[in-house]
């Protein structure tokens, strides 16, 4: 089942995509009888996706999807984890050396944006080296800690696109920085799609691409992470407990420079596109 929050005649609700077009949830509870969730992340917490996708058979989706307008699935999120240098190309494009264990950090709210948004860099005089990476995300379906590697996909509700930025000028000069270098506001954004668990039959075999200028800049398979996804997955239930929505984004094959003007994409066939243009904010005053 692929999921997605839209924008439609004036109303913001979760849907289903099926075949270019959206089945609104509200329709389906309409036709069905039904009452689930009409936003993505209270669906997610709900446990209820499964009975979700029994009740959709058969039910056509009218909206045509060049209609509405996809927006993020939700802003809110407990907490997002990314992984940095997961991929040898990207350590060896930043000339760094992979770590043995996964190299982590965070996201905060304040730096999302909407997918087919902006990503608004920095006035220069704060960074002029900004790269942006296209990655694989998983999103938590159950609170869950401590979890063992073979049961990490019973926790798991599905999968995303993710675009995370970084300041490379800021991580340069200190990699005790890298807090910094990703928080800036519109350096992160997931989605607009987010694919259930039972779509992909095999996460390994899945091509993370980056989309620089309609050009593909770097590709890589997930197979080839120095740490896959449910590995992480296990590795970071060590440290806190995940709560159903949280996203955990594994890394990108190799960040493309980007400057303003130019647009860039996340792509994954089977998961998803994520798509943004570049632009700059003006040093206030």
Known sequence: MRL??????????????????????????????????????PLIRSDEAP??????????????LEDVRLRIPYANPGKVWCIGLNYRSHAEDLSEVQPEEPGSFM??????FEPGGAIELPPEDLTSDVDAEGELALVFGKRCRDVPLEEVPSVLFGYTTTLDMTALDILARNTRYLQRSKSFDTFFSFGPVI???????????LEVQTIHNSAVFSRDFVSNMRHRPFKLAAFHSRVMTFEPGDILS??????????????VEARIDGVGQLRARVTRRQAAG
């Not at 996201?107 to 999302?112: A, I």
């Open 4 to 41: 997605c929050t839209f924008e439609y005649s004036g109303a913001t609700e979760a849907g289903i995509l099926k075949d270019g077009k959206v089945l609104p949830i509200s329709q389906l509870n309409s036709k069905r009888g039904a009452n689930f969730p009409l936003a993505l992340l």
């Open 195 to 205: 694919v259930t668990a039972d779509e992909i039959d095999d996460v390994d075999a």
């Open 107 to 112: 996201k905060p709210s304040s730096s999302f």
């Open 250 to 263: 594994t890394g990108c094959p190799k960040g493309a420079r980007i400057k303003p003007g130019d647009t």
């Open 51 to 64: 009975a979700l996708s029994a009740l959709a058979q058969g039910v056509e989706a009218e909206i045509p």
